[in-house]
């Protein structure tokens, strides 16, 4: 800190007030040019300048510039000194005001404006949201955020997992193993429930660390895990087409990720669905993610249960039977046919 010669009283409390805080360690210098050298060579982080005529200029209510000078890894200073300004210049403005309404002298003044701040109440702000609000207020921080990283994540695992399905045809795995007393429905059953189970085991994950880590509200936890079974079992679905679909895993892999986030914006999973037009809301339920996220929603926001979400519940099953169906008969045909 440097406080120039003639800077005043309110100069020398400013610069203490500053050098009071725990997380700052004050250094005084005779001039701004050692100052300024000092926070060149790294000897400190900040300096600040307090001007001659700092009293006189404040008493006469003209402007007054406080020099602050700083490395750049170091303008968290600035706001404590900013803090430290704006409530010294939060009393000046006190004593002038008594000054032009009584006639007394500036000095007189802000020993009454010190005097009576403590006094003064704070002032407070009540929030009232106008009309209907989107999102319950009881919701919480990471309530709204959670259902949709679920559903976004399980559904981008499961796509990932088609590149070992592809491996397996690749390889010729599959038909090694239709050499052996195995049927091709037991190769198609082995085959889904290892890409059910690798989306559950991703999904189980993030529902219990937001769970623990971040006391995240699933709702009734029947109604949370119906939604994951069902939901499991369309992303493992989909996984075995994709896996019978493409020739190599690079064209699993670059696909899959590209669908699997479209289709995943397209439902509700980047920006909640209530921020949908109607337009966009009737096209995003072609997706699973829009089911899933709404049978979320009736848990969380709603407080609703497992009788609550048949209607959800339902679409999944549809969706899972269909995609299971189809990818199962496709896996089935390419085996006995290589």
């Given at each position: 800190?440097?406080?120039?010669?003639?800077?005043?009283?309110?100069?020398?409390?400013?610069?203490?007030?500053?050098?009071?805080?725990?997380?700052?360690?004050?250094?005084?210098?005779?001039?701004?040019?050692?100052?300024?050298?000092?926070?060149?060579?790294?000897?400190?982080?900040?300096?600040v300048?307090?001007?001659?005529?700092?009293d006189?200029?404040?008493?006469?209510?003209?402007?007054?510039?406080?020099?602050?000078?700083?490395?750049?890894d170091?303008?968290?200073?600035?706001?404590?000194?900013?803090a430290?300004?704006?409530?010294?210049?939060?009393?000046?403005?006190?004593?002038?005001?008594?000054?032009?309404?009584?006639?007394?002298?500036?000095?007189?003044?802000?020993?009454?404006?010190?005097?009576?701040?403590?006094?003064?109440?704070?002032?407070?702000?009540?929030?009232?949201?106008?009309?209907?609000?989107?999102?319950?207020?009881?919701?919480?921080?990471?309530?709204?955020?959670?259902?949709?990283?679920?559903?976004?994540?399980?559904?981008?695992?499961?796509?990932t997992?088609?590149?070992?399905?592809?491996?397996?045809?690749?390889?010729?795995?599959?038909?090694?193993?239709l050499?052996?007393?195995?049927?091709?429905?037991?190769?198609?059953?082995?085959?889904?429930?290892?890409?059910?189970?690798?989306?559950?085991?991703?999904?189980?994950?993030?529902?219990?660390?937001?769970?623990?880590?971040?006391?995240?509200?699933?709702?009734?936890?029947?109604?949370?895990?119906?939604?994951?079974?069902?939901?499991?079992?369309?992303?493992?679905?989909?996984?075995?087409?994709?896996?019978?679909?493409?020739?190599?895993?690079?064209?699993?892999?670059?696909?899959g990720?590209?669908?699997?986030?479209?289709?995943?914006?397209?439902?509700?999973?980047?920006?909640?669905?209530?921020?949908?037009?109607?337009?966009?809301?009737?096209?995003?339920?072609?997706?699973?993610?829009?089911?899933?996220?709404?049978?979320?929603?009736?848990?969380?926001?709603?407080?609703?249960?497992?009788?609550?979400?048949?209607?959800?519940?339902?679409?999944?099953?549809?969706?899972?039977?269909?995609?299971?169906?189809?990818?199962?008969?496709?896996?089935?045909?390419?085996?006995?046919?290589?």
């Amino acid at each position: 800190v440097v406080v120039e010669e003639g800077a005043g009283e309110l100069g020398e409390e400013l610069a203490s007030a500053i050098g009071v805080r725990d997380d700052v360690d004050i250094s005084s210098f005779s001039s701004t040019e050692d100052a300024v050298t000092a926070v060149e060579r790294g000897t400190v982080q900040a300096a600040v300048v307090i001007p001659s005529g700092y009293d006189d200029d404040l008493a006469s209510g003209e402007v007054v510039t406080v020099g602050f000078y700083s490395r750049p890894d170091a303008r968290v200073y600035q706001t404590i000194v900013e803090a430290e300004v704006a409530e010294q210049a939060s009393l000046v403005r006190a004593a002038r005001f008594t000054v032009d309404q009584q006639g007394t002298g500036f000095d007189e003044a802000l020993v009454k404006a010190i005097a009576t701040a403590p006094e003064v109440s704070a002032v407070t702000v009540d929030v009232e949201t106008a009309g209907e609000s989107v999102f319950p207020a009881s919701l919480g921080a990471f309530d709204l955020g959670a259902s949709s990283q679920l559903v976004l994540f399980m559904f981008l695992t499961g796509l990932t997992g088609s590149a070992a399905l592809i491996e397996t045809r690749r390889l010729g795995v599959a038909s090694r193993m239709l050499s052996t007393p195995t049927t091709a429905g037991t190769i198609v059953a082995g085959e889904g429930l290892g890409r059910y189970a690798v989306v559950m085991l991703q999904g189980l994950y993030i529902l219990f660390a937001t769970l623990l880590l971040f006391q995240v509200d699933w709702g009734d936890p029947l109604g949370a895990a119906a939604i994951m079974i069902l939901f499991g079992a369309v992303c493992a679905g989909t996984a075995m087409l994709m896996g019978t679909l493409f020739k190599n895993d690079q064209q699993a892999g670059g696909v899959g990720v590209i669908l699997g986030l479209g289709v995943a914006a397209l439902g509700g999973c980047m920006i909640p669905i209530e921020f949908f037009s109607d337009t966009m809301t009737r096209v995003a339920h072609i997706t699973p993610h829009a089911w899933a996220l709404d049978a979320f929603a009736i848990l969380v926001r709603e407080d609703g249960t497992i009788a609550d979400i048949t209607l959800e519940l339902a679409v999944l099953a549809a969706f899972a039977v269909v995609l299971i169906t189809i990818a199962g008969f496709r896996l089935r045909r390419s085996m006995t046919t290589i």
